[in-house]
């Protein structure tokens, strides 16, 4: 026997939907995003290739040895490397279901994050000041794209914590918010390991 087919509050048919199951396929988020985060890999090696190229072109201005301050970047390198063991706190976390321990354990990663933008932005406002600005050399251009890029990625990285901290506040952590939370750890996690690049290839080896 056929069954008739549902009717709304103004007589009109309402559609049959068959496909019970979800519409989000399983791990289509993590399988995106690892694409995306490939393409950032293609991204940041362009511009480490472009400074093994050109990070020697001084044009008789100032070297890395002339202008970094090892120290300042060990300090900021420490703040980043935290922020990844914090995230790590907070996924333990998440995973037992903690709303409250999670977001302390991400704003304390976000306070880090904050830490090192500042000291990047003082060290760029530095470098400035001192005349070391992108045009003066090919040296300046490439670092000030390469360092800049990956400020930016951290900026939205504390951007995008922070739109997190809310749904979880609201909403609690629920499978999407995890699945959120996992894409935003891997990454935090992938900014951490393009810097440890950066911190060896950019500044040790630029004062040597």
Same mark, same amino acid.
């Given at each position: 026997?056929?069954?008739?087919? +549902?009717?709304?509050?103004?007589?009109?048919?309402?559609?049959?939907?068959?496909?019970?199951?979800?519409?989000?396929? !399983?791990?289509?988020?993590?399988?995106?995003?690892w694409l995306?985060?490939?393409?950032?890999c293609?991204?940041?090696?362009?511009?480490?290739?472009?400074?093994?190229v050109v990070?020697?072109?001084?044009?008789?201005?100032?070297?890395?040895?002339?202008?970094?301050?090892l120290?300042l970047?060990?300090?900021?390198?420490?703040?980043?490397l935290?922020?990844?063991?914090?995230?790590?706190?907070?996924?333990l976390? +998440?995973a037992?279901?903690?709303?409250n321990?999670?977001?302390?354990?991400? +704003?304390?990663?976000?306070l880090?994050?904050?830490?090192?933008l500042g000291? !990047?932005?003082y060290?760029?406002?530095?470098? *400035?000041h001192?005349?070391?600005?992108?045009?003066?050399?090919?040296?300046?251009?490439?670092?000030? +794209?390469?360092?800049?890029?990956?400020?930016?990625?951290v900026?939205?990285?504390? *951007?995008?914590?922070?739109t997190l901290?809310?749904?979880?506040?609201?909403?609690?952590l629920?499978?999407?918010?995890m699945?959120?939370l996992?894409?935003?750890?891997?990454?935090?996690h992938?900014?951490?390991?393009?810097?440890i690049?950066?911190?060896s290839f950019?500044?040790?080896v630029?004062?040597?």
């Amino acid at each position: 026997m056929s069954q008739a087919p +549902a009717q709304s509050a103004d007589g009109a048919e309402k559609p049959v939907f068959y496909l019970k199951e979800d519409h989000h396929p !399983e791990n289509g988020t993590s399988i995106g995003f690892w694409l995306y985060l490939m393409s950032d890999c293609l991204i940041f090696a362009t511009l480490f290739a472009t400074y093994a190229v050109v990070g020697r072109s001084y044009a008789a201005g100032p070297s890395g040895a002339d202008l970094f301050d090892l120290k300042l970047v060990a300090i900021n390198t420490a703040f980043l490397l935290l922020s990844s063991i914090t995230y790590g706190f907070a996924m333990l976390e +998440a995973a037992k279901k903690n709303v409250n321990t999670t977001l302390v354990w991400l +704003a304390i990663t976000g306070l880090f994050g904050l830490a090192f933008l500042g000291l !990047e932005l003082y060290e760029f406002s530095h470098l *400035i000041h001192e005349g070391a600005t992108p045009q003066r050399s090919a040296f300046l251009s490439a670092f000030f +794209a390469l360092v800049g890029t990956h400020g930016l990625h951290v900026t939205f990285g504390v *951007i995008w914590l922070v739109t997190l901290m809310v749904q979880v506040k609201k909403f609690g952590l629920h499978p999407e918010n995890m699945r959120r939370l996992t894409c935003l750890s891997m990454f935090w996690h992938f900014l951490d390991v393009i810097w440890i690049g950066v911190f060896s290839f950019v500044y040790l080896v630029g004062v040597l």
